[in-house]
């Protein structure tokens, strides 16, 4: 089975403060993702990247930037968290049409 | 720019009854992918079926279905015989095949889908 793990699954930090959410597939994938989940919203897509060191933004990158130094780790930074990026995070990897989804992590920025 | 449009942000049924989850999608591509995913309350997103633009039948998963209608470019998720751990939010999602839109996956809104007893 495939498995994408993300560091946390509940996540409070404080506004200002830099974040670190790390993401791990055993799968060796090309591909991986970050999403946020907001109500209403659906997932949008914040960062991906098809290779070691390669990544491009998504729809919503803003406020938001990427890691991948090896094939599986994609970490999302956030620089300074603000209280708009309160969010569950999404993380994915994939290999051709099938898309893995990790646990998520739900972030609160007070 | 593609778009997925989930026009029921909540639906009910009873149990053992058939629902259906609409979602209208949106591109210029020719070839393209659509996909339906369940989101339990823990979080995890599951992976139920797909359909490619160009298959000619309507894809089934057991107790899923999609009604693919190209022209009026629908691709509605039936579900057969709701048990209650349907009970869920379903997310319609598509995947292009032009520079840039062929690694990304765009989602509609959501429905959460209630299954009563």
């Known amino acids: 089975d495939v498995k994408v793990t993300q560091s946390s699954r509940y996540l409070v930090k404080r506004t200002g403060e830099k974040v670190f959410l790390e993401c791990v597939q055993d799968?060796?994938?090309?591909?991986m993702f970050w999403y946020r989940q907001d109500p209403g919203l659906g997932l949008r897509l914040i960062y991906f990247?098809?290779?070691?060191?390669?990544?491009e933004k998504g729809d919503i990158p803003e406020g938001y930037s990427v890691s991948r130094e090896k094939k599986e780790r994609f970490s999302l930074i956030l620089e300074s968290a603000s209280t708009n990026q309160t969010s569950m995070y999404l993380c994915?990897?994939?290999?051709?049409?099938?898309?893995?989804f990790g646990p998520g992590t739900r972030l609160t920025v007070t | 720019a593609q778009k997925i449009t989930q026009t029921q942000p909540g639906m009910f049924v009873q149990e053992k009854e058939a629902v259906t989850l609409d979602c209208t999608y949106d591109?210029?591509?020719?070839?393209?992918?659509l996909f339906w995913y369940k989101q339990p309350s823990s979080g995890e997103m599951i992976f139920l079926i797909y359909q490619g633009s160009y298959d000619e039948q309507n894809a089934t998963e057991g107790r899923y279905s999609l009604n693919f209608q190209k022209a009026r470019k629908s691709a509605n998720l039936v579900i057969s015989a709701s048990q209650l751990g349907d009970s869920a939010m379903y997310f319609c999602a598509m995947r292009g095949s032009s520079s840039g839109s062929a690694r990304q996956l765009t989602f509609g809104s959501g429905t959460q889908l209630t299954v009563l007893p």
């Open positions: 591109t210029s591509d020719q070839s393209y992918g």
């Open positions: 990247s098809y290779d070691v060191k390669m990544k």
């Open positions: 994915a990897s994939s290999s051709g049409r099938d898309r893995y």
């Open positions: 799968m060796d994938h090309e591909n």
